[in-house]
T-cell receptor
């Protein structure tokens, strides 16, 4: 079956611009996670959705970052006033019901802020 | 969540078994050990997980010591396509978020 998909695969933007990154989870998965991976590091947790609600957004670095999942399926990560330090690979993962269920990752979106 | 320690890099000859160690000395009784790998420019790929008993699937075997303070991921016949960064994660099923906390992993290079 189809896995987690993320669009775009690459995004280049200029400092100060607004960007949106999209995640399509595996069909039927109620839990969705966003992670960020900087070069040479492991992924770092950003936010967790259970259904439509953000159950934990403690990993979001500041208020320029926001994510939504209005219908409990597709999620969008939004970054305002981008900074060069936001450059990273943004990964999305989904799991069947959250909890201890295994997370399955998408290929990521590589964001470059010039 | 417990912290994990892995060697930064390892080499393995093609066709031989690759044994990747992980220390998790502060693991709690209800925390699972998960292994993922990340091939260059791809998202992390699930390999295997376990709690106490050794586990085996089509990709790998997971050996957890009796005191659960360390584990070893075994790729029985490594191929060039197994070259990747391997992450060992300890995850509590009772923490509210169930997020993964990744370390920097072990970069495995399979040599022809």
């Amino acid at each position: 079956g189809a896995g987690v998909s993320q669009t775009p695969s690459n995004k280049v933007t200029e400092k100060g611009k607004y960007v949106e990154l999209r995640c399509d989870p595996i069909s039927g998965h109620t839990a969705l996670y966003w992670y960020r991976q900087s070069l040479g590091q492991g992924p770092e947790f950003l936010i967790y959705f259970q259904g439509t609600g953000a159950a934990d957004d403690s990993g979001l670095p500041n208020d320029r970052f926001f994510a939504v999942r209005p219908e409990g399926s597709v999620s969008t990560l939004k970054i305002q006033r981008t900074e060069r330090g936001d450059s990273a690979v943004y990964l999305c993962a989904s799991s069947l019901a959250g909890g201890a269920d295994t997370q399955y990752f998408g290929p990521g979106t590589r964001l470059t802020v010039l | 969540d417990a912290k994990t320690t892995q060697p930064p890099s390892m080499d393995c000859a093609e066709g031989r078994a690759a044994n990747l160690p992980c220390n998790h000395s502060t693991i709690s009784g209800n925390e699972y050990v998960y292994w993922y790998r990340q091939i260059h420019s791809q998202g992390p790929q699930y390999i295997i997980h376990g709690l106490k008993n050794n586990e085996t699937n089509e990709m790998a075997s997971l050996i957890i010591t009796e005191d659960r303070k360390s584990s070893t991921l075994i790729l029985p016949h490594a191929t060039l396509r197994d070259t990747a960064v391997y992450y060992c994660i300890v995850r509590s099923p009772t923490s509210g978020t169930y997020k993964y906390i990744f370390g920097t992993g072990t970069r495995l290079k399979v040599l022809a």
